[in-house]
């Protein structure tokens, strides 16, 4: 079945991008800021929380990458006019780490400086492994100046245990996920289980060091495990939240919402939405298998 399902998600990389958005709806919040702002005015009027991301990262040169800075000044903007509750999410690739990281510094340094000026947070998504260094560097150099900036890190990876070691020494705000990127079995754990066991153990160290973390789950073995965690070490509120994709898992959202813990969404948008509904596709073969039968049994 797992063949399957990867076969599948093969066929629709071949497919039409006009097909592939067909079922990628789910997955972003659509083309426009407005249609941004329209979705996360409906998470926060259920009281849940939302944190807005641009969608592109395959950026070639730095005028690409001025303009998308520009366009999450917009969104903070945005977020201040219409009082969302909502910080950003932004990709240091998006940014131009790869191709000057000077000049990444700068770009995401002018975000970082507008969102503290709003009284807003920016986090940086954790991309491929090739990049993991230099976004650490990149946190780490924004954090000397502003406290408005947490990161991302991937319970996959074997070091991410050693780097929340060192960055639980400055007080780094997280976001805690398995982590998307297919890498090597050197540096990754590939098991299930012990992608999950790696992640309740990092979740642990950050906790028990008194770290605020962002939760990013929709694994329900790891809400319980996180729940019980939270119980057993007496973590306040103000000391995590759970995270969860547009599209993914609405049950579960609610169900933690109801119970009175924060969450938060992640709200992607805009015109480069391809790739992204690639990656989400490829996390869950089953929604393309569902989606392909679907469109075949259309007449
Ligand atoms: P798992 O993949 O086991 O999913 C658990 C269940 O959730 C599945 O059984 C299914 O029911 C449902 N589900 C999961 N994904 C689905 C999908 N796409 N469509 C439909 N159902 C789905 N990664 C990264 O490398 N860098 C990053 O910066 C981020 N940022 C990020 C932010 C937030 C808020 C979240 C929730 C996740 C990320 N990720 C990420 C992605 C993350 O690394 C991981 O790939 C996904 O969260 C899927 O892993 P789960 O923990 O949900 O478990």
Redesign the pocket.
């Known amino acids: 079945m797992k063949t399957f399902n990867k076969l599948i998600v093969k066929i629709v990389q071949l497919m039409p991008k006009s097909l592939v958005r067909v079922f990628s709806n789910r997955?972003i919040a659509g083309d426009t800021l407005k249609d941004g702002v329209v979705f996360v005015q409906k998470l926060n009027s259920k009281n849940i929380l939302a944190?807005m991301d641009v969608l592109g990262e395959a950026i070639s040169t730095k005028e690409e990458a001025i303009e998308a800075k520009n366009e999450f000044i917009e969104v903070l903007d945005a977020i201040k006019k219409y009082q969302l509750k909502s910080n950003i999410?932004v990709k240091a690739s998006q940014m131009g780490i790869l191709l000057d990281e000077k000049f990444c510094f700068e770009q995401v340094e002018e975000i970082v400086k507008k969102a503290a000026e709003d009284n807003n947070y920016v986090r940086l998504?954790?991309?491929d492994s090739t990049t993991t260094d230099k976004i650490i560097n990149l946190h780490n150099r924004l954090r000397e100046k502003h406290q408005n900036v947490g990161i991302?890190v991937?319970a996959c990876l074997r070091r991410t245990l050693d780097d929340v070691k060192r960055l639980n020494a400055i007080g780094t705000n997280y976001?805690l996920?398995?982590?998307?990127?297919i890498e090597p079995e050197a540096i990754s754990y590939r098991a299930?289980q012990e992608i999950r066991d790696n992640y309740l153990r990092i979740l642990r160290e950050m906790l028990t060091n008194g770290n605020y973390v962002?939760i990013?789950?929709?694994?329900e073995f790891?809400v319980k495990g996180a729940l019980a965690m939270i119980q057993e070490l007496g973590i306040g509120k103000d000391k995590y939240e759970f995270?969860?994709?547009c599209?993914?898992?609405e049950d579960l959202r609610d169900s933690i919402n109801k119970q009175g813990h924060k969450i938060?969404?992640?709200v992607p948008f805009g015109e480069h939405w391809y790739q992204y509904s690639i990656r989400?596709?490829q996390?869950?073969p089953q929604?393309a298998g569902h989606i392909l039968k679907n469109l075949f049994s259309l007449k």
């Open positions: 997955y944190t999410s998504d954790m991309e991302v991937q976001r996920c398995k982590g998307i990127y299930k962002g990013a789950t929709h694994d790891l995270q969860m994709l599209g993914v898992r938060r969404i992640y989400r596709l996390e869950n929604v």
